[in-house]
């Protein structure tokens, strides 16, 4: 496993492994400010998508991508 530097965004999606169990978001303090800026931006700008470039457990670069929707589908 590589080494994380504190100060990159560092967040880990844990996906449910059956149904209604939850999603685990497992972050550091600067990931969790990217993914709200992120969300902040789908909101502001509707027409975009707000997007965040994180890092994961073993410091790959991955990028999430917060869409705003108007259904539940």
Known sequence: MNELAKEYPFVHVYA???PR???IIK???EGLCVL???I???IAYQENNGTA???D???EVYE???RLVNTHN
């Open 16 to 18: 449910q492994q059956k």
């Open 21 to 23: 169990q939850p999603v």
């Open 27 to 29: 972050v550091s303090t």
């Open 36 to 38: 709200l800026n992120s």
């Open 40 to 42: 902040v931006t789908a």
């Open 53 to 55: 470039e994180v890092f």
């Open 57 to 59: 457990g073993d410091a």
């Open 64 to 66: 999430v991508i917060v």
